[in-house]
């Protein structure tokens, strides 16, 4: 079975500046995708970002990019200028191409930001 | 508005009071799914359908059933609570399933307790 981790339970970040939240995952499987989801204080899931396993280049949405090593099978999530509403338990997750149904999720990371 | 909507949004029960959660869409997506979030967790698949009359199982289906008899609906029923079903609910809808890659689109969330 697919497994996604995320080792780190809780990170904080000061304001403005830049951290990043990591996420492995296991699986035997070429094709895949990989997403990143956002859920702040309200429970609401926000899609981030998503990468697609054949793509060998970064996604990226505006200050949200991915570093995406498919060799090591690590996934990292790095914010950039770093807002307090970016304060939110952050979630990663996997799903088969081929399976197109099951979504598997990390334990997920709780970031803070200070001001 | 395009939205999934699910109630209660808060249940408190006892052990073994059957019970029913509401998930409804109105964006005609075809594939539908549950999940529950439990701290150190993260959200784990109960049960999706791709299609009405079309349901499996995800990682987490026992003590679950669902039914799908509309395409709007996907109502998740628990048959005899118990303690260990306390958790934080998910539904979630996408237009197919995830092969081709479309957002998932998640409800706000029900908040069960079973005492």
């Known amino acids: 079975a697919q497994t996604v981790t995320q080792s780190q339970p809780e990170m904080s970040v000061q304001e403005a500046e830049t951290v990043t939240l990591s996420c492995t995952y296991d699986t035997s499987e070429s094709d895949y995708y990989l997403f990143w989801y956002k859920q702040p204080p309200s429970r609401q899931m926000i899609l981030v970002i998503r990468?697609?396993?054949?793509?060998?280049q970064n996604a990226t949405e505006n200050r949200f990019s991915v570093n995406f090593q498919k060799a090591a099978k690590s996934f990292s999530l790095k914010i950039s200028d770093s807002q307090l509403g970016d304060a939110a338990m952050y979630f990663c997750a996997y799903t088969e191409e081929t399976s197109g149904s099951r979504l598997t999720f990390g334990e997920g990371t709780q970031l803070t930001v200070n001001p | 508005e395009a939205q999934v909507t699910q109630n209660p949004r808060y249940l408190i029960t006892v052990t073994g009071k059957k019970l029913t959660v509401t998930c409804s869409q109105n964006m005609n997506h075809e594939y539908m799914s549950w999940y529950r979030q439990d701290p150190g967790l993260g959200l784990r698949q109960i049960y999706y359908s791709m299609n009405v009359e079309v349901t499996d199982k995800g990682d987490v289906p026992e003590g679950y059933k669902v039914s799908r008899k509309e395409k709007r609906n996907f109502p998740l029923i628990l048959e005899s609570p118990s303690p260990n079903q306390t958790s934080l609910y998910f539904c979630a809808s996408s237009l197919r399933g995830l092969v081709l890659y479309n957002e998932q689109f998640f409800g706000p969330g029900t908040r069960l307790t079973v005492l």
């Open positions: 990468q697609e396993a054949y793509k060998q």
